[in-house]
């Protein structure tokens, strides 16, 4: 059974860096096809994805916020970590992981998914 | 703004049929990407609507677009609906706006 935990501060004052940690269970990050992706909600409001790590180490971020963020995993600690720096009221949301399976198709088309996810874990950005 | 449209809202009445559609573009649905839609109630996480697992749920996809249809609607079907792909442009993963179910 596949499970992932959020873990982090709720509460961020504006300007500082979020660090927020995925700590997972019943799978390997170094399984091929595997990842672990880091996806956010404000409240009322969609789904947005932040950041992806997979098992090669390969990265990839969403474009509009890849300058604050940085995704790194610890896959003797079965964890993924990821940080936002220059935090504003804006980002306030709900930051959820999953984890992410992906493999191509014979044209080139992606297939891929995110399931499970963690419960997710609200984080505020206030002074 | 989100790469993939959703209409905010669709209803419909128990035991009947609706459909949710997803609009995207030749750099994410339109190149063949995979189109996968979840469900998510009030205050938990979303999670993965697999077709199959319930013969009252279907994905379906043409050209741009892609659709998620569900038959026989039960008041438990009540819930936000996301439709997520790929996009070669974005190189990442891009979800719809999302659709809230109303069962009448």
């Known amino acids: 059974q596949i499970t992932l935990k959020e873990s982090g501060p709720t509460l961020v004052e504006p300007t500082q860096t979020l660090t927020l940690t995925c700590t997972f269970s019943?799978?390997?990050?170094?399984?091929?096809?595997?990842?672990v992706g880091w996806i956010r909600q404000p409240p009322g409001t969609a789904l947005e994805w932040l950041a992806l790590?997979?098992?090669?180490?390969?990265?990839s971020y969403s474009p509009s916020l890849k300058s604050r963020l940085t995704i790194t995993k610890d896959t003797s600690k079965n964890q993924v970590v990821l940080t936002m720096t220059n935090m504003d009221p804006v980002d306030t949301a709900t930051y959820y992981c999953?984890?992410?399976?992906?493999?191509?198709?014979?044209?080139?088309?992606?297939?891929?998914?995110?399931?499970?996810w963690g419960q997710g874990t609200l984080v505020t950005v206030s002074s | 703004q989100s790469v993939l449209s959703q209409p905010p809202s669709v209803s419909g009445a128990p035991g009947q049929r609706v459909t949710i559609p997803c609009t995207g573009s030749s750099s994410n649905i339109g190149a063949g990407h995979d189109v996968h839609w979840y469900q998510q109630f009030p205050g938990t996480a979303p999670k993965l609507l697999i077709s199959g697992s319930s013969n009252r749920f279907s994905g379906s996809k043409s050209g741009t677009s892609a659709s998620l249809a569900i038959t026989g609607l039960q008041a438990e079907d009540e819930a936000d609906y996301y439709c997520q792909s790929y996009d070669s442009s974005l190189s990442g993963v891009v979800f719809g706006g999302g659709t809230k179910l109303t069962v009448l």
């Open positions: 999953a984890h992410f399976i992906y493999y191509y198709g014979s044209s080139g088309s992606q297939y891929n998914w995110f399931d499970p």
């Open positions: 019943g799978f390997s990050l170094t399984t091929t096809g595997v990842g």
């Open positions: 790590i997979y098992w090669d180490d390969d990265k």
